[in-house]
DNA sequence: TTGCCTATTGAAAACGATTAGAATTTATTG
DNA sequence: CAATAAATTCTAATCGTTTTCAATAGGCAA
């Protein structure tokens, strides 16, 4: 039924172990048998079964690619910079969803450990930092955007808790006394660390921490607004609010907006991420900004070199970040 | 080195038969040689080897998805709506990006060709037609939210010479004479029917058709306010524009609120696709809203009917779409 | 002619699973 | 208890490649 390189074998008069090596470009083979070869390929529309060749390599030439969902939109930076580095070592990415459910996170890691693949990379994990951790230790894989509190595994990301730490310090040095935190309810390590950081700057310039100004949300735009909404009925309420996303930030922006409060005055608003639509609105949006290419296209590099190794590389690299200052905190 | 099925059937004291008749869950097979193979699954870690597996029952129960970039933020529902399909059936949707390059495009088709994967579907072909066309007499092929002018192919998608045709109408339907029109250079099927239906409802209306009102860009924000600049500085100027995305729409639209146009009155914005972007600001886009998931998980479904039947259906399957109206029409 | 070296080639053994079909064990029946 | 049926189990072939190793052919020197 279907053409094999037998068959392409018997066209061209030879053996398939000839068909095989003018496939791999092998150089011990005679001209004459490289043209009768591919005239039978051609002729027959013949293209070889990876399956049989992947068995028999035991490799894919594929990497997996794990990410929440597609809709977070600064993760087509990051795969870009993934795909440039897998291509010119000729690997293709796949990209694959796992809808935020850790059980669904396992199932696509199957086929790690099934061959399906020759490595994985975890833009956002959700399976305990331990299960990951352990999988390490027999598989080739990394984290990318993330980092893990069990940092035995390869991880490229920023230093979250700094970037935290250096926005609620830039808020606090513009006058502000009240900051607010947008966040997630999700626990993921970006989440906490740059929570830790807003934490570590207000201690650090003697504002003592409210729980009353923290919000846990999701990641959407009708959070963040949502997130606004619930601040400003404080009591007391806050002169500026850092959200973990700028998707956040702008869903709580517009809740300011429509409410006739002068932002970037009376509050301050700062993202996180510099999505295409931070700069897009009036008031534009001040956020963080991360090299998503570069972390992308390291993380692919440095997986690429552990699978060629036996003493992989289990470093966590912090690329830099920088602070993107905007109308929204009244610069 | 790796664990294989032999050495599970000799942890068990059992053929590898029995092994791969346990893993498989067939019935013919005692309770006790059950628990054995079970328990030698778990001391040593085993999981089979899908290269082997697959390569033996030459199906691979993957599906790949192909598209341009993540970028478009409307991806993730026709995903969701791809993933629903493909789990009841047991098939895993692989998410593969083309970059807009039909070179590469084809290069991601080789997993088909190769048999990695069991079909594909083709969400944004740039890929001429022809090819296409050829490629889905071997290969179990569909497109979605994009059909082919050869329609010998599954296809799942909306009526976008329609929806072009209704938006239009709707705008001359408000007194609108001098419509604007901001598609993208790329010629994509779903652009080239908008713009059909866009000249048809003129032409039904007996409005000269003017091809100085027709803007050709790229599908980022950027692109709509540099197309709305443009249409703007017109002799003539547009007293509406209809923008074949959502995302083009916005950028539009920011240009004319930054110069003080009156949106919904002066200047009518309608877009397509209905992003939560376009609901989230002032003044808010009328939009076409298509039913990504529905498209998504009808699209699988008929794929995977295609894979199990020798007469696959080749039909273009058209779902409903309808006009969402907000202020930037003045509704 | 013979021997030796080199360049090609082919036969056959992997790779790790599934699955027919044969072989064995166990249960059932007269 | 023998004969038969049913339930398990095993051996070996198979999927489509790559690759080792042996075999062959051709060229050249002696």
Redesign the pocket.
Known sequence: ??????DV?KAA?????????V??NK???????VRAVNRAVDDLG????F???D????ETKRILAIIGTTEQSFYNDVLRGMQDAAYVEGYDILIVTTRDNAEHEMHLLGMLFSRAVDGAVLLAPRLDSKTISDLSKRYRIAICLERLDIDDILCVTIDNERAGFDVTSYLIAKGRKRIGLITTKVRSQSSVDRENGYRRALKAAGIPYDEKLVYYGDYDLSSGTRGCEELMSLDSKPDAIFSISDTISIGAMTYAVQHGITVGKDLLFFGFDNITYSHMFMPRLSTVDQPCYLQGKTVIEKLIANMKTDTPDKSTYMLPHSLILRESTGD
């Open positions: 039924m279907n053409i094999t390189i037998k074998a008069n030879v053996s398939v172990a000839t068909v095989s090596r496939l791999n150089n011990n083979v005679s001209e004459e048998a013949y293209s070889p079964n399956l049989g060749r068995l028999r390599k035991s």
